[in-house]
């Protein structure tokens, strides 16, 4: 499926965003894409190893240019990495899409960041990083959200019937 997303997912690490796109996809009849994925395929390398070998700044440059090829080129489900809307050229070219923030708060991410390995930005103290980068990144979710949706005490199909249900009420 080719075109803009249907619906582009953001918000901090552990929210969800996978899973719940994968549902909506799956509800949608559409496709599902992670840029997090896509940097990962084009690296053959894990986001952890990107990080560790490479360092932050090739990573958030290769998420940049992948954000931008998926919002070019995937007509269904979007999922962006946590710190996507970090680069002010992502957030402007979110501006013509329906952006869906999902949100959870501190006590939510406690018991879903974990030991943070897979997330390069968590890997020590996992809710005291998390909680700093909400803190930085707050303001910018909500800069390209269009909905937004709690996901705190859902499931992921609550979640995904939330997020059908704030989309009705946005225009395409």
């Given at each position: 499926m080719t075109g803009p997303p249907l619906v582009v997912l953001v918000g901090p690490a552990g929210v969800g965003k996978s899973t719940v796109g994968r549902l909506l996809a799956e509800r949608l009849g559409a496709g599902y894409r992670d840029t997090d994925d896509d940097v990962a395929a084009g690296r053959g390398r894990s986001i952890p190893e990107i990080f560790a070998e490479e360092g932050e700044a090739v990573f958030r440059?290769?998420?940049?240019?992948?954000?931008?090829?998926?919002?070019?080129?995937?007509?269904?489900?979007?999922?962006?990495?946590?710190?996507?809307?970090?680069?002010?050229?992502?957030?402007a070219?979110?501006?013509?899409?329906?952006?869906?923030?999902?949100?959870?708060?501190?006590?939510?991410?406690?018991?879903?960041?974990?030991?943070?390995?897979?997330?390069?930005?968590?890997?020590?103290?996992?809710?005291?990083?998390?909680?700093?980068?909400m803190e930085a990144r707050r303001d910018l979710y909500e800069e390209v959200a269009t909905a937004v949706v709690p996901t705190d005490g859902r499931s992921p199909g609550e979640v995904a019937a939330a997020v059908l249900g704030a989309l009705a009420r946005v225009a395409p």
């Open positions: 440059d290769l998420e940049r240019r992948a954000v931008r090829r998926a919002l070019a080129g995937h007509g269904g489900v979007l999922a962006l990495g946590g710190g996507a809307v970090v680069d002010a050229g992502t957030r070219l979110l501006a013509a899409h329906r952006v869906v923030y999902l949100t959870m708060g501190a006590g939510e991410a406690a018991g879903r960041v974990g030991g943070g390995a897979a997330r390069p930005l968590l890997a020590a103290d996992p809710l005291r990083r998390w909680s700093e980068l």
